[in-house]
């Protein structure tokens, strides 16, 4: 079965941090940019963060840069989103997606996604 699985979501008070796993199965991750993103209820999808195929590169939204950090293992087939200091407006499904490309500039074509993760972070 071919599959990109998000975990690690959850409730957490603001300032309070979470990790997310985003676990490949079925093919590799190895040759992909791998992008997360989140979508807040009433919003539109937005990218949050990428790491290139070797985990040599990442870019972070503006809006998370210096609070989240994105890092790979492949040798796992798997992506993590490390997200500190978590603010209100975190709060939303985050994904992963697995692109065609191995440059997080290559493109906005995805090869497979993932079902999504909810975090909240309230108090």
């Known amino acids: 079965q071919v599959q990109l699985v998000e975990s690690g979501g959850g409730l957490v008070q603001p300032g309070g941090s979470l990790r997310l796993s985003c676990a490949a199965s079925?093919?590799?991750?190895?040759?992909?940019?791998i992008t997360w993103f989140r979508q807040a209820p009433g919003k539109e999808r937005e990218g949050v963060s990428c790491?290139?195929?070797?985990?040599?590169?990442?870019y972070f939204k503006d809006s998370v840069k210096g609070r989240f950090t994105i890092s790979r293992d492949n040798a796992k087939n798997t992506v993590y989103l490390q997200m500190n200091n978590l603010k209100p407006e975190d709060t939303a499904v985050y994904y992963c997606?697995?692109?065609?490309?191995?440059?997080?500039?290559?493109?906005?074509?995805?090869?497979?996604w993932g079902q999504g993760t909810q975090v909240t972070v309230s108090s």
């Open positions: 079925g093919f590799t991750l190895d040759y992909s940019a």
């Open positions: 997606a697995a692109a065609r490309y191995r440059w997080c500039s290559g493109g906005t074509t995805y090869t497979h």
């Open positions: 790491i290139n195929s070797s985990g040599g590169t990442t």
